[in-house]
């Protein structure tokens, strides 16, 4: 699969949560699904999601930090 196919796969699953009230976040500030899938792609993997949920298990929030080896 191409990077431009992962992208728009990317920014098709991230735009669904937003869709369901799901919050983004890009370093630490909010982001869009276009603005994430974009860096997140362009980093070729340094990125890692991290899934928030609630007390009851509802997903509130999808974090992406920067993740470095060393």
């Known amino acids: ?14 735009s669904h949560y937003v869709d369901r009230g799901v919050e983004l976040y890009l370093k630490g500030e909010p982001s869009s699904p276009e603005r994430t899938a974009d860096v ?21 929030e999808i974090r992406f930090d920067r993740v470095t080896l060393g």
Do not use: C, I, P, W
């Open 1 to 14: 699969m191409g990077k431009y196919t992962q992208k728009l796969k990317l920014f098709a699953s991230l």
């Open 40 to 60: 997140v792609m362009e980093s070729d993997g340094g990125y890692m999601a991290d899934f928030v949920r609630d007390n009851v298990g509802t997903l509130r």
